[in-house]
């Protein structure tokens, strides 16, 4: 089986939280047919599997920029061209979706890695909190909270369901 990256989400929210200032380095996977806008592997993640997708979300009605978007599955988009990082969506989230960092630094450069590039691969993991981005022969396995992200990417995180509901 080939190889795929793994990004634990749950291990990036510890960290974060134990140091609530410092800027996490961010990454792309992009195949050429998928830009999807250009965002981070994180942003993609959080919107997709740590995001409770409430109803009436809070966070597109506090945006002042109009910038965050739900589309039928619940599913929210950031407009990055829209977007002047207020960070009021971060703050008013209910179950803390969004990590201090969010959308502060897509000005620095030099905390993005493509990760269809080896040696920025590998920048990525040793830029990262220890233990958070890794190298694995495993795929998607819900019980241990990963699930494929891309044909590449594979995230650790606790997916928020209504099935027990
Ligand atoms: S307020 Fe938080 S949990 Fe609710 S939709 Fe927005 S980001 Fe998701
Ligand atoms: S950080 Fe961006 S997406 Fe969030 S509320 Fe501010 S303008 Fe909207």
Do not use: W
Not at 15 to 22: L, T
Not at 42 to 57: G, M, N, P, Q, V
């Amino acid at each position: 089986m080939a190889q795929s990256i793994l990004i634990d989400m749950i291990k990036l929210r510890a960290a974060m939280s134990d140091n609530p200032d410092q800027l996490l380095p961010e990454a792309f996977y992009y195949n050429s047919v998928n830009l999807n806008g250009l965002k981070t592997l994180r942003e993609l993640a959080t919107f997709r599997f740590t995001c409770r997708r409430c109803e009436d979300a809070p966070c597109v009605a506090v945006c002042p920029a109009d910038a965050l978007e739900k589309d039928e599955e619940g599913i929210i988009t950031r407009h990055t061209n829209l977007c002047v990082s207020c960070k009021s969506c971060v703050t008013i989230c209910p179950f803390g979706t969004m990590m201090t960092d969010f959308f502060k630094h897509h000005r620095n450069r030099d905390l993005f890695y493509d990760l269809k590039d080896e040696n920025d691969l590998k920048r990525f993991i040793a830029a990262s909190p220890e233990g958070t981005v890794m190298i694995t022969d495993q795929d998607e396995s819900p019980e241990k909270n990963i699930y494929r992200l891309n044909e590449k990417v594979l995230i650790r995180d606790y997916l928020y369901t209504t099935e027990n509901l």
